[in-house]
Each structure stands twice: as C-alpha cells, then as structure tokens.
C-alpha cells in the first residue's frame, strides 16, 4: 500500500498571477511522511521593498461546492509552503504598508491539483512484427495505471508514430493501441507510455524487420545490343544492331527500408559479333562488365519490383579478327576500355522465389584507342531470376 501511495504524484495543472503583482514559479517537491508521499508547493511572488508583510490565504473547494480557508500565513518574505492534497483551490496576497494597513489585494487566482499515476509497461505484444506479413498496427501493452487519458508514442529514429488507444482494462493494467501500418518500418521501436502530469515510462522490446533482412538474387537471360554511336561497329560489322547475347547478373540487397530495397548487382552482357563479306569475314566478342548501385521499389504487395541501378565498369573486346581471301589472317585484338551504365527494369515475381525480369539499360564506353571515342549503346534485357 505503501508503494502504491507513493506512486502518487501531485503537479499544478493552472497557476496564473498577474505579473506586476508577484512572479510565480512552478516550485514543489516530495515529502515523506507518516501517512504516505506529501506534495509541497512553493508559492514565490515578486518582492516589493515598501511592504511591511504579506498575507497569503487560500481555500479549497469542499465536497458543498464551497470554498473553504484552509490557511492563511503572515510572512515578511515573498514566499510560503503549502502542504496541498488533490482538489481545487483558489488564493490570494494581501499587502501591508508600513502603517500596517492593506495596501493591495490581489484578486483570488484558480489552481488545480491532480494526481498523477506513474505508468509502467512491463511487456508488449506482438514484440516483433514482419513487413512480409499483413499488418494492422494494433499492440497491447501490459502493466500499471494504463488508461484512456495515458498517451502512447512509439519511435524508432526520426520515426516518431502517435499510437490510438482502442481498448482499456477495468483494472488499468493493460491496453491496446493502434498506429497506422502503413508508418511502420524497420527498426528498434521505443515504446513511450505518459499519464497526466508528465510520468513516463518506456519500453525497448517492439522491433519491426523483414523476416528475410538481405537477398541473393541470380539471373541469366537475352540482351542484344544497340549501338547509337560508334562508326567503326557501322563500317566493320555493317550493322547496329546485334542479337546474339546473353545477360547474368548477380544482385545482394543487404539494406532494406518500408520504402524500398538498397544495394548493389555485378552485371554481365556478353555480345557475339561477326560478318562476312566478299572482302572480309570479322569475329568478335563484346563483355560490358559493370557494378551497379541497386534501389528496389515493392509494389503490389511485393509481387512487383520496379529497379533503378547506375554504375560503373569495363568494356572489352575478345579477341577480335579479321580473314581476308586466301587465308590471311589478322592479328587477335583484345581491348578494355572504361564505361559507365544506368537503367531501369520491372520484376515480376511467379511465386516468392522466381521471377522475370525486362528492362533497359544505357552503356556509354570510351574507346580510349580512337582520339577517344564515345561508344553509345542500349542494352534491352530479358531475364528469369530466382532469389535464393
């Protein structure tokens, strides 16, 4: 019984004096006695060097809804405690001149005094969600003096979310609170849980995750090659267009957020080229390597995945020949040359592991051999993944 009276904690809600007559500050504290935990107000006014002495009065509301003096203290200093219990109270100073006369009288100013319980949480539920399933944003938190009037916040970073309490206890020792789900992200959630008169208590059990916190994907598929700029592909091979290729790609997601998936794929177009011509025959092959910087976007409840990746890598030419009339023969040409890509693609999941993948993506390489030369190029890409 002893603890839970001590539990009790008394604050002014409303002091309100008129500045030029005193300057009142919100100045209490606790004090154990014999019947329990007591709360001291200070009451604090501006000093006035031409008073003899103050007169404080105050009364309390009594249960006739009248007002009834509960004590009245002669001081000649600008301040006096007050033993006060919960209810309403109304107060005011009387000034006395050097003649010992009233000088001034204030008017009577309202405050009221509650109590305030100190909340505690001693467990939530669910303690972990996962953004994979279906959510509704509704906890229960179990413990002490949990009501209607206790406001709930859960935080996780800048991710500050006002929880709606939908359910209470009779004893006041559990509720349910909902946030919206849509809100929810990952992360290691504090749980705050404040009463009237600023007790608080808070918890650090509530975590939101994937079940799944990284992913491996493996994909292979056609991506033939369009050159847009480049004379010697057009003067050589007599074409820009060349469709026989073939595209792997390897993606890990260690990173992913409510919003979207962050990471990086290694990525592969191998180009086989050739002609052959009354003058010559030309047989090459074409590897745009590069690593790119992934962002994934879920959509339709995950079933959808639009991507974005740019980056960087190496283009290089294999072992490029040419073989003219009566058997002769150029030397083999090998090259790299430095190039950067970017592109975009939608993937659409089959079941929680396969899926297809059609994108586009732009290679842009400098020939460092030719004055340099710019090589511009669109790689479409047809591919099926499976995430492992």
Same mark, same amino acid.
């Given at each position: 019984?002893?603890?839970?009276?001590?539990?009790? !904690?008394?604050?002014?809600?409303?002091?309100?004096?008129?500045?030029?007559?005193?300057?009142?500050?919100?100045?209490?504290?606790?004090?154990?006695?014999?019947?329990?935990?007591?709360?001291?107000?200070?009451?604090?006014?501006?000093?006035?060097?031409?008073? $003899?002495?103050?007169?404080?009065?105050?009364?309390?509301?009594?249960?006739?809804?009248?007002?009834?003096?509960?004590?009245?203290?002669?001081?000649?200093?600008?301040?006096?405690?007050?033993?006060?219990?919960?209810?309403?109270?109304?107060?005011?100073?009387?000034?006395?001149?050097?003649?010992?006369?009233?000088?001034?009288?204030?008017?009577?100013?309202?405050?009221?005094?509650?109590?305030?319980?100190?909340?505690?949480?001693?467990?939530?539920?669910?303690?972990?969600?996962?953004?994979?399933?279906?959510?509704?944003?509704?906890?229960?938190?179990?413990?002490?003096?949990?009501?209607?009037?206790?406001?709930?916040?859960?935080?996780?970073?800048?991710?500050?979310?006002?929880?709606?309490?939908?359910?209470?206890?009779?004893?006041?020792?559990?509720?349910?609170?909902?946030?919206?789900?849509?809100?929810?992200?990952?992360?290691?959630?504090?749980?705050?849980?404040?009463?009237?008169?600023?007790?608080?208590?808070?918890?650090?059990?509530?975590?939101? $995750?994937?079940?799944?916190?990284?992913? !491996?994907?493996?994909?292979?598929?056609?991506?033939?090659?369009?050159?847009?700029?480049?004379?010697?592909?057009?003067?050589?091979?007599?074409?820009?267009?060349?469709?026989?290729?073939?595209?792997?790609?390897?993606? !890990?997601?260690?990173?992913?957020?409510?919003?979207?998936?962050?990471?990086?794929?290694?990525?592969?177009?191998?180009?086989?080229?050739?002609?052959?011509?009354?003058?010559?025959?030309?047989?090459?092959?074409?590897?745009?390597?590069?690593?790119?910087?992934?962002?994934?976007?879920?959509?339709?409840?995950?079933?959808?995945?639009?991507? !974005?990746?740019?980056?960087?890598?190496?283009?290089?030419?294999?072992?490029?020949?040419?073989?003219?009339?009566?058997?002769?023969?150029?030397?083999?040409?090998?090259?790299?040359?430095?190039?950067?890509?970017?592109?975009?693609?939608?993937?659409?999941?089959?079941?929680?592991?396969?899926?297809?993948?059609?994108?586009?993506?732009?290679?842009?390489?400098?020939?460092?051999?030719?004055?340099?030369?710019?090589?511009?190029?669109?790689?479409?890409?047809?591919?099926?993944?499976?995430?492992?």
């Amino acid at each position: 019984m002893e603890n839970k009276i001590k539990k009790i !904690f008394l604050t002014i809600i409303l002091l309100i004096i008129p500045a030029f007559i005193w300057a009142q500050t919100q100045n209490y504290y606790i004090q154990d006695t014999a019947d329990g935990a007591t709360f001291i107000q200070t009451f604090r006014w501006e000093a006035n060097p031409y008073v $003899q002495k103050y007169v404080f009065i105050i009364e309390k509301l009594n249960k006739r809804n009248k007002w009834e003096q509960i004590d009245k203290k002669e001081t000649e200093t600008n301040s006096v405690e007050e033993s006060l219990t919960a209810g309403e109270y109304r107060y005011k100073l009387e000034l006395y001149n050097f003649l010992g006369y009233v000088e001034l009288e204030t008017e009577w100013q309202a405050v009221s005094i509650t109590k305030a319980y100190q909340p505690e949480i001693s467990s939530v539920s669910p303690r972990t969600v996962f953004l994979e399933e279906q959510q509704d944003g509704i906890f229960t938190i179990d413990g002490e003096e949990l009501g209607e009037d206790t406001t709930i916040v859960i935080q996780a970073g800048t991710n500050i979310l006002d929880g709606k309490i939908i359910q209470t206890s009779r004893r006041k020792n559990s509720i349910k609170f909902q946030v919206n789900p849509d809100d929810l992200d990952t992360g290691k959630y504090t749980i705050t849980a404040k009463n009237p008169g600023g007790l608080t208590d808070v918890n650090k059990d509530l975590r939101i $995750q994937f079940k799944k916190p990284t992913d !491996f994907d493996f994909a292979g598929g056609y991506s033939p090659i369009l050159i847009l700029g480049d004379s010697n592909f057009k003067k050589y091979f007599e074409s820009t267009v060349y469709p026989i290729a073939i595209d792997f790609k390897m993606t !890990f997601i260690p990173l992913k957020k409510k919003f979207g998936y962050y990471g990086f794929n290694f990525s592969n177009t191998i180009l086989f080229l050739n002609t052959d011509n009354t003058a010559y025959s030309i047989k090459a092959g074409m590897l745009l390597s590069h690593i790119d910087f992934v962002f994934q976007k879920p959509l339709l409840n995950k079933k959808m995945f639009l991507e !974005f990746h740019v980056g960087g890598g190496i283009t290089t030419i294999l072992n490029m020949q040419f073989e003219f009339p009566l058997n002769i023969k150029s030397d083999s040409l090998y090259s790299m040359n430095p190039c950067v890509a970017a592109g975009g693609s939608m993937l659409f999941y089959l079941n929680k592991r396969l899926y297809l993948e059609a994108g586009i993506d732009y290679n842009f390489t400098i020939n460092i051999a030719e004055k340099p030369l710019m090589i511009h190029s669109i790689v479409p890409v047809i591919n099926i993944g499976w995430q492992f």
